[in-house]
């Protein structure tokens, strides 16, 4: 599959604000580097929307470029635009030309094929931030909207004993895989094509979806199902105005609020399935 990356030449803040409008359209990736944003969309899927972002960007008073990256190129254009992303002096998110992580340091290696996560975005660092908190090791997890897997991988690093992986875009199940086999995880991550739907009547002890908010609104039900007592749900991909929506809608699943954290205007959410009395 082509793609097509929409450049836009923007602030930060403003790369943010963009990033968050555009994820309501077929992009599936973003990343922001030097005043610069590209979001990534199959190329098939810009006819669709091109008009309509082309409108929302004059309302934000800038303009994008639109150039395709065809399959093949990919992998040598994202080489030389990554640069490893280092996450509280204990996690290093790396390419393979990278220089490996020190020691102490946990060393993960990705290669995104077009998928999201890169460990770049605010929301990916906190998510991995907070599994690398959370004491997972010798537990069941679950990463919903795997992306390139990133999560599932530091899971499995921190010891988990196993991790579902689940996207509905197939390049992205294919990445998880490849890049769970390359970080010596592959035996316990098991990369799953479809939503959540796919594992009903499963159960885990902890959840991680960073995604989009409305998606994550209504999954709700499902993940509090999914959660044996005491499970943890990690949710990030969405705005400080987008809480009170989340959180009404944990409480209305039974789940308890444990902490919001913040990075910029992004925000994570941390929510407990009550443990049986």
């Given amino acids: 599959?082509?793609?097509?990356?929409?450049?836009?030449?923007?602030?930060?803040?403003?790369?943010?604000?963009?990033?968050?409008?555009?994820?309501?359209?077929?992009?599936?990736?973003?990343?922001?580097e030097s005043d610069l944003l590209s979001a990534y969309l199959?190329?098939?899927?810009?006819?669709?929307?091109?008009?309509?972002?082309?409108?929302?960007?004059?309302?934000?008073?800038?303009?994008?470029?639109?150039?395709?990256?065809?399959t093949e190129n990919w992998n040598a254009a994202w080489e030389s635009d990554f640069p490893p992303v280092e996450v509280d002096a204990r996690l290093l998110i790396r390419a393979p030309h990278h220089s490996p992580a020190p020691e102490g340091v946990m060393d993960v290696v990705l290669i995104p094929h077009m998928s999201f996560g890169t460990g770049h975005h605010?929301?990916?660092?906190?998510?991995?931030?907070?599994?690398?908190?959370?004491?997972?090791?010798g537990l069941d997890g679950l990463d919903v909207g795997t992306g390139t897997g990133v999560l599932a991988i530091v899971a499995a690093k921190c010891g988990a004993r196993h991790v579902d992986a689940v996207d509905i875009d197939d390049l992205c199940q294919r990445s998880c895989r490849e890049n769970a086999d390359a970080n010596g995880v592959g035996e316990r991550i098991t990369s799953i094509l479809g939503d959540i739907s796919r594992v009903e009547g499963r159960t885990y002890d902890f959840i991680a979806a960073n995604i989009?908010?409305?998606?994550?609104?209504?999954?709700?039900?499902?993940?509090?199902r999914l959660l044996r007592p005491g499970g943890h749900l990690l949710m990030s991909g969405f705005?400080?105005?987008?809480?009170?929506?989340?959180?009404?809608?944990?409480?209305?699943?039974?789940?308890?609020?444990?902490?919001?954290?913040?990075?910029?205007?992004?925000?994570?959410?941390?929510?407990?399935?009550?443990?049986?009395?």
């Fill in 42 to 70: 199959p190329t098939q899927s810009l006819p669709s929307c091109h008009a309509e972002v082309d409108a929302l960007l004059a309302r934000y008073g800038v303009t994008g470029l639109y150039s395709e990256i065809l």
């Fill in 212 to 224: 989009h908010r409305n998606i994550l609104i209504a999954q709700m039900e499902a993940s509090a």
């Fill in 1 to 32: 599959m082509d793609y097509t990356s929409l450049n836009i030449k923007c602030g930060e803040e403003l790369s943010e604000i963009l990033t968050a409008e555009l994820s309501d359209y077929p992009f599936e990736s973003f990343t922001y």
């Fill in 122 to 137: 605010a929301t990916t660092r906190m998510m991995s931030q907070e599994i690398l908190d959370l004491e997972v090791e």
């Fill in 239 to 277: 705005w400080a105005d987008d809480v009170e929506a989340i959180l009404r809608s944990g409480r209305e699943a039974g789940l308890i609020h444990l902490a919001t954290r913040s990075a910029d205007e992004w925000r994570m959410i941390h929510l407990i399935k009550e443990s049986r009395s």
